[in-house]
């Protein structure tokens, strides 16, 4: 099993140090990736289910995750979740492969529909369409990453008689984890995605999601081009014991991402609560030791 960790460019990382110095910390001390989640715009006043109050600091990902690829030499790097709905696929495709090959083919996409209503509207998405332009989002980004001569035509985005390099490193385009909790989030995993992204689930909850991915796969069959579907989870926000994460491992959770403290989420870029978070990280790696595989 691999080990992650969430959270660079957000709150009190949201500055150059802070994403520099976590991801170095996390290569060094031999994590396999960092992930980052979008939110383009908080809803203000804050009211549920919004995440996070209005005024928190968040990196876009892209942009955090290039920063990252820049001082990481092996560190995959994971946009999750992106708010496909938010996006247009071809500029999406375009960055990511951007991302993919300046870092040597080190990108993983988490992608997903949105939970909150207002980010939706701010944009001008219909919020009620937003799992199936989700859908038509993946097969246009494929066509993109995949096709000599790429060219669409769903019911939210056509086209034809185009073409944009470079090409993400693998041939079959940026690998894509689906997230949600929903019947249709996790048919989108199973049908179009290489992978499953579980956020802040304990280990009940982890079977259960897990047994019902099994299920969909053999009733709805996976395409062989997606090979078997990768599962990442991020446990409940917090410290993690090599016991638990054992029994993820058992469940057959391919990779637990970490996600440190929700507080360090708020507010902006601050040396003193960067502080935890790295100490966090010299915790972890003792604990999870054998999963990792440090650099020295």
């Known amino acids: 099993m691999k080990i992650g960790w969430d959270g660079i460019g957000v709150g009190a990382l949201a500055d150059k140090s802070g994403v520099v110095e976590v991801v170095e910390a996390l290569e060094l001390a031999g994590f396999e990736s960092?992930?980052?989640?979008e939110h383009p715009v908080l809803v203000d006043p804050q009211q549920p289910p919004s995440p996070v109050e209005p005024t928190a600091n968040l990196i876009d990902p892209i942009v955090a995750l290039a920063t990252a690829a820049a001082v990481t030499d092996r560190?995959?790097?994971?946009?999750g979740v992106l708010?496909?709905?938010?996006?247009?696929?071809?500029?999406?495709?375009?960055q990511l492969s951007s991302l993919d090959y300046l870092s040597g083919g080190?990108?993983?996409?988490?992608v997903g529909v949105g939970y909150v209503r207002g980010e939706s509207d701010a944009i001008g998405v219909d919020f009620a369409t937003r799992g199936r332009r989700a859908d038509d989002c993946i097969d246009a980004m494929r066509a993109m990453w995949t096709q000599d001569h790429p060219a669409h035509d769903g019911p939210f985005f056509r086209f034809a008689g185009i073409q944009s390099y470079p090409r993400p490193v693998r041939s079959t385009g940026v690998p894509l984890h689906g997230a949600g909790m929903s019947a249709a989030g996790r048919t989108r995993a199973v049908c179009r995605c290489e992978g499953w992204y579980?956020?802040?689930?304990?280990?009940?909850?982890?079977?259960?999601a897990l047994e019902e991915l099994?299920?969909?796969?053999?009733?709805?069959?996976?395409?062989?081009?997606l090979g078997p579907l990768e599962?990442?989870?991020m446990p409940p926000a917090g410290p993690i014991d090599a016991d638990t994460a054992r029994h993820y491992e058992d469940l057959g959770v391919d990779r637990l991402v970490l996600n440190h403290n929700a507080e360090n989420a708020s507010g902006g870029a601050s040396d003193v609560r960067r502080r935890p978070v790295l100490e966090a990280i010299e915790r972890a790696a003792e604990i999870l030791s054998p999963w990792l595989d440090p650099t020295s």
């Open 214 to 225: 099994r299920q969909l796969v053999d009733q709805l069959g996976r395409p062989a081009a």
């Open 198 to 208: 579980g956020v802040f689930m304990d280990l009940e909850a982890t079977h259960k």
């Open 231 to 233: 599962v990442t989870i």
């Open 83 to 94: 708010l496909l709905p938010l996006h247009e696929p071809l500029t999406l495709a375009k």
């Open 34 to 37: 960092v992930w980052l989640g």
């Open 106 to 110: 080190r990108v993983i996409a988490g």
């Open 75 to 79: 560190l995959i790097l994971g946009a």
